[in-house]
Nanobody, 115 residues
């Protein structure tokens, strides 16, 4: 059974940091590119960051470049999103996504940036 389980979300003040984790099981994690998406209320889901299967290639949305870092540990079947200098506009549900010939989605974790 394929599972992607996100964790690490929560309430943080502007300027703060969070690290999201996504633990994968039920498929060969090291063969999949991984992505983080987010969806704010009333908005479309948007791609935040992506990383290749070996971790060698990363890409970011312009809105998060320089503040967010995606990484992965294939030995632990986990992908991470380190988020620094958080802004209120980063508030959203964050989802991880595994991509190959098929793709899989997690259930999401809420990130709220507010004072």
């Amino acid at each position: 059974q394929v599972q992607l389980v996100e964790s690490g979300g929560g309430l943080v003040q502007p300027g703060g940091s969070l690290r999201l984790s996504c633990a994968a099981s039920g498929f060969i994690f090291s063969m999949y590119a991984m992505r983080w998406y987010r969806q704010a209320p009333g908005k479309e889901r948007e791609l935040v960051a992506g990383i290749g299967s070996t971790g060698g290639n990363t890409n970011y949305a312009d809105s998060v470049k320089g503040r967010f870092t995606i990484s992965r540990d294939n030995a632990k079947n986990t992908v991470y999103l380190r988020m620094n200098s958080l802004k209120p506009e980063d508030t959203a549900v964050y989802y991880c996504n595994a991509v190959r010939t098929t793709d899989y989605w997690g259930q999401g974790t809420q990130v709220t940036v507010s004072s």
